[in-house]
């Protein structure tokens, strides 16, 4: 194999996970078709409520060997509520995949596609195009406190916010970089040092730091409340957004649904020094109520396999998935009926894996 060959560890998981996973293959074979990469698929069965009503657990004891040395998971989505509690299914699978692979770095994209109708008037695409970068393993989410006197009139519960300089330089490291390859070199934090007094301004302080290591890139910060509402109202304004757990987590949500359907969203759970394994998804879950019918949209599972091919260094293939999804999402014949269309998901993955092998 040729230095750009890459062992991926394919996890379908539940549901449409089945359904959309092979037309992300499907791209990913023409990427190497048309480009200077190669790919070899690992199938793992795995992380799926199949697997947990078998053997009774989501994954084998040895999940970490299996796919610890891979280059990237490619993972479809987990879940079935009929047969498997979420709490069991997530936890026992997702979760421990992006904690024991230290995937510190959560990534999603807010880009308006053409042929996606914003819920925001009167934008176009083009207008929005920007990065969410959440912090994903400290901060709010911390398990650190507890309650006292419970049942009693002096009840009382903590729960703490955690943040280390180690955490918080490395994401905003991340997003920094990111920032400085992208053309806007334009980077905003997500604060709200006015009223949590003690751990925002810390960060904001790391981030005035970290700045000076990136004279060329313009940064702003706003508040949260005030940033949700510019989100909603300026998408325009924004290039690389940086935030900790808890406001990344609703602004990760927010940008996406500001630029149109769950069915196009991916996202990327990154551990930047390629320690371990980074894990590329679709933003959506298992659909249980459209699962089986051939009908998903396959876009967040294409899109995160071009998030995949920009973490493996190949920004060119990355570009050309994501313009080969515009120019097929451009066509109505090709939309799925979560966009008003008619299409099922092999036709649209084989469109936009025919819109890449064109140009080759
Ligand atoms: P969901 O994302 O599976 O579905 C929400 C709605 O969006 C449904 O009406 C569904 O039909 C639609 N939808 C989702 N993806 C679509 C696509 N590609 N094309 C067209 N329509 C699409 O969320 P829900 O129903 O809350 O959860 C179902 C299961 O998925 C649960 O077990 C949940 O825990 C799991 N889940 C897993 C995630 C993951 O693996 N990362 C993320 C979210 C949910
Ligand atoms: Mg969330």
């Not at 979420?86 to 026992?92: A, F, M, N, P, T």
């Not at 949260?224 to 949500?253: C, M």
Request: glycine residues 10%; hydrophobic residues 40%; negative net charge.
């Amino acid at each position: 194999m040729t230095r750009n060959a890459y062992r991926i560890a394919v996890i379908p998981g539940d549901g449409i996970g089945k359904e959309v996973i092979p037309e992300g293959l499907r791209v990913l074979e023409a990427v190497a078709q048309r480009f200077d990469c190669a790919f070899a698929f690992d199938h793992f069965d795995f992380a799926s409520c199949d697997y947990y009503q078998k053997h009774g657990q989501m994954m084998p004891d040895d999940w970490k060997e299996q796919i610890g040395g891979h280059d990237a998971i490619f993972f479809g989505a987990v879940g079935w509520p009929e047969t498997v509690p979420d709490h069991i299914s997530l936890w026992g699978s997702l979760i421990q995949f992006r904690r024991e692979f230290d995937q510190y770095v959560n990534l999603r994209p807010a880009k308006l596609m053409p042929g996606v109708t914003s819920p925001l008037a009167g934008r176009a695409p083009g207008e929005i195009d920007f990065m969410i970068v959440r912090e994903n393993t400290e901060g709010e989410y911390s398990s650190i406190g507890g309650r006292i006197f419970e049942g009693t009139e002096r009840e009382t519960v903590i729960q703490e916010t955690v943040m280390t300089r180690t955490g918080v330089d490395r994401i905003l490291k991340f997003a920094f970089e990111l920032a400085q390859r992208r053309e806007a070199k334009h980077l905003t934090s997500a604060t709200k040092s006015n009223g949590i007094s003690i751990s925002m301004p810390y960060w904001d302080e790391r981030v005035e730091k970290m700045a000076t290591a990136y004279p060329n890139i313009r940064w702003d910060k706003f508040h949260i409340d005030i940033l949700a509402a510019h989100f909603v109202q300026h998408p325009d304004w924004f290039d690389v957004v940086v935030a900790s757990n808890l406001f990344g987590d609703i602004l990760s949500d927010l940008g996406p649904a500001c630029t149109g359907t769950i069915g196009i969203a991916p996202a990327a759970n990154i551990n930047p020094e390629r320690r371990f394994p980074s894990l590329f998804e679709p933003v959506h879950g298992s659909a249980p109520d459209i699962a089986g019918k051939g009908i998903a949209n396959p876009v967040g599972q294409i899109w995160a396999a071009a998030m995949m091919l920009d973490h493996l260094g190949h920004t060119e293939a990355s570009v050309a998935v994501v313009e080969a999804i515009e120019a097929v999402l451009a066509q109505e014949e090709f939309r799925t009926p979560d966009l008003g269309g008619a299409s099922d998901t092999g036709s649209c993955g084989r469109a936009i894996a025919g819109a890449i092998l064109e140009k080759r």
